[in-house]
């Protein structure tokens, strides 16, 4: 079974903290796709970034950056130096070769100015 | 701005109605998937249509069904409303050539009452 784990439900900060949000997945599969979606407020998900399984390098854009390990099944999200505007719900999702999305339940970034 | 967008962005219905939800993405997104969005919970995949054929589907009733148009809109139809139907309904489009990845609208709140 395919299963994506965000076991942080809601992180808290105070402006210019840095930020890590937890992403585990469970996969049988050798091919698959990673993702990180943002919904603010407004309701639309915003894609953030979408890594495949054989890609394994860390990425870094702007104040965000992906660690993406196989070994562990993780795909950890930091927001560095965060702002009230990265204040949103955050998805990780996993999908296949049938694009469909599973999702994990988001964790919501609250910061604080 | 994805260019997908989605009518209505609220509606109110009542227990057994029948609504039907819009959507409309770009030239050559031709594949168009569905998610509902509980309160509080990750987007869960309703199905998927790629060139007007559903071509994967979640574990959703029959009563939820849909249709994709030549022009690059699609439709989400819901039967016989239930309590559990209110959600935020969302909107994908996956450009060809883009991957996995999908491009999310603003989405449709639905409340059934």
């Known amino acids: 079974a395919q299963k994506v784990t965000q076991a942080q439900t809601e992180i808290s900060v105070v402006e210019k903290e840095d930020v890590t949000l937890d992403c585990v997945y469970e996969?049988?599969?050798?091919?698959?796709?990673l993702f990180w979606y943002k919904q603010p407020p407004s309701g639309e998900l915003v894609f953030l970034i979408r890594r495949n399984s054989f890609d394994e390098q860390n990425e870094i854009s702007g104040r965000y950056s992906w660690n993406f390990q196989k070994s562990t099944s993780s795909f950890n999200f930091t927001i560095t130096a965060s702002q009230v505007v990265d204040s949103a719900v955050y998805f990780c999702a996993l999908s296949f070769n049938d694009y469909k999305l599973s999702f994990g339940a988001g964790t919501t970034v609250t910061v604080r100015a | 701005e994805t260019g997908v967008t989605q009518s209505p962005t609220h509606l109110i219905k009542t227990r057994g109605q029948q609504v039907t939800l819009r959507c409309s993405s770009q030239?050559?997104?031709?594949?168009v998937s569905w998610y509902q969005q509980a309160l509080g919970q990750g987007p869960q995949f309703i199905f998927q249509y790629y060139r007007e054929e559903e071509n994967g589907r979640g574990n959703f009733p029959p009563r939820f069904s849909g249709l994709q148009f030549p022009n690059y809109s699609s439709e989400l139809n819901v039967n016989a409303l239930e309590l559990d139907d209110s959600a935020l309904y969302l909107c994908a489009s996956r450009p060809e050539g883009a991957g996995n990845t999908q491009y999310f609208g603003p989405g449709t709140r639905l409340t059934v009452l």
């Open positions: 996969t049988r599969d050798t091919t698959y796709y």
């Open positions: 030239s050559g997104h031709n594949t």
